[in-house]
């Protein structure tokens, strides 16, 4: 005989697990992305693996992890930047469509940062890194995050989405 753990549950018991399961498990991802220039002006790419488009460096937190530690962690995992000073916040983005994989709300930052000191940690992720002149930057990014770009670009008040 098998054991079903949730068969011993009253069934209004199990529909308040499936209902809190539902909302647990379908929550919106925080992220964090940085629109990165050095100190001589170039911005700061990386080339994602999966879309071969170019993206804002970033990532989703790990649990645990405040905004800037995730900033730090992933500018070090995916573009080899160990000096990063964030410098204003670009604006919070959450529009549901902006990524494919799952639902995320995104903190953007603009930062100053020194250049690159090392690969990517997973070239299965990150293909390329590169440092871009503001007249060379790709017309189009991944997960729509052009947009975010253009806003740091144009500096101002903090877009909220």
């Not at 993206?55 to 937190?61: D, Y």
């Not at 916040?89 to 690159?116: I, L, Q």
């Not at 871009?132 to 903090?158: C, I, K």
Request: hydrophobic share 45%.
């Amino acid at each position: 005989m098998r054991f079903a753990p949730f068969a011993v549950l009253p069934k209004g018991a199990l529909v308040l697990v499936k209902e809190v399961l539902r909302h647990v498990l379908r929550r919106p991802v925080v992220g964090i992305a940085a629109a990165a220039r050095t100190s001589d002006g170039r911005w700061l790419l990386i080339r994602r693996a999966d879309t071969g488009t170019w993206a804002l460096p970033g990532g989703t937190l790990e649990w645990g992890e405040t905004l800037r530690e995730g900033l730090a962690r992933e500018m070090l995992e995916e573009a080899g930047v160990l000096d990063v000073q964030v410098e204003r916040v670009v604006g919070v983005y959450s529009r549901p469509d902006r990524d494919p994989r799952f639902h995320a709300v995104t903190v953007v930052v603009a930062c100053a940062v020194g250049e690159p000191v090392r690969p990517p940690v997973n070239p299965l992720e990150i293909r390329e890194v590169r440092l871009f002149q503001e007249a060379d930057l790709p017309p189009d990014l991944a997960m729509g995050m052009r947009d975010m770009l253009d806003a740091a670009l144009r500096g101002g008040a903090p877009h909220l989405e």
